[in-house]
């Protein structure tokens, strides 16, 4: 899908240099795929005191099942 953008041009290089990008294109993509990342992680901050866990669950016991 084509998709013209009026991009700050110094930030683009900026960022293509950083990340050591071959194009812009290339840097675009990969600043996109971190901006979601982060927000997903932010999404999961927001469960925050939001879930109940159980006080018997044996974390510890559980990773000696998976080991055997």
Known sequence: MATNLDLDDALIEEAVKV?????KKEAV???LLEYIK???RLGIL???????YDPRYD????R???RA
Do not use: P
């Open 19 to 23: 990340g050591k990008h071959r194009t």
């Open 29 to 31: 993509t990969a600043a």
């Open 38 to 40: 982060r927000r997903g």
């Open 46 to 52: 927001q469960l925050e005191g939001k879930i109940e």
């Open 59 to 62: 974390y510890k016991a559980a």
């Open 64 to 66: 000696k099942r998976k």
